[in-house]
């Protein structure tokens, strides 16, 4: 029988360099919220999202593209920039047509560490696109990284728990000698009936909910509302 790839959970940017990225497909995991905001905006009709990991960068190229900008740093929209990390911010009567330039505090920058690296393919997945995510991987044979973002590089429960969520629907097509793998899927496996209760409980939650984003946070944790699969391809995220 074939040897199956390889699947890794990373549970923080600054582990990243500890495994073997390069020729692996990483999926960047950024719950709340880039990654449930990416799958939004496509799922919506954007042409196109750049992501960025410089406010300057993300100020020059929406200039220069005519496009929107977007992004955050702590939860908060950052000045200058036109819009925010809210999924809700980007429907189809908004989004439809147009390119996004986006810039966060953790998933953008994770995005960048994982192409720097090596990867050989890099995309992105949260709970509104796990579907998209798990049949990517399903069909790739190759070796996979569930990279979580985190919170400045301090482990969270939220990406963690969409890991969980990935290995225990792709575990048969893989081969996991991973603590931090089988951490996640245990995880996910405890909490997946109360979701939407459990994630109250997380630091993140506590941060984000002080802006008044309850539902933002509700709804990316709300599996499969947004199901395509965003692929990064010549420095912009596709819809696939």
Known sequence: MQNKPHLYTVLSPKLLSLYPVEGAVVVIIDVFRATSTIATALYN???KIIPVD???KCKALGAQLNAITAGERDGKVIEGLQYGNSPAEYPRSFIEGKTLVLTTTNGTKL???ALHAGAAEVVTGSFPN???VVAF???QNKPVILGCSGWKDRFNLEDTLFAGAV???VAEQFTIHCDASKMAVELYTAQQATMQQY???TTHWH???KFGLDKDLEYCVTPNVANVLPRYVNGELIAS
Do not use: F, P
């Open 111 to 113: 995005l960048h560490m």
């Open 130 to 132: 796990l579907n998209a």
């Open 207 to 209: 941060r984000l909910s």
């Open 199 to 201: 994630i109250r409980q």
């Open 45 to 47: 009709g954007a042409s």
């Open 54 to 56: 410089d406010v300057e």
């Open 137 to 139: 991987l399903q069909a």
């Open 167 to 169: 290995i225990q629907q």
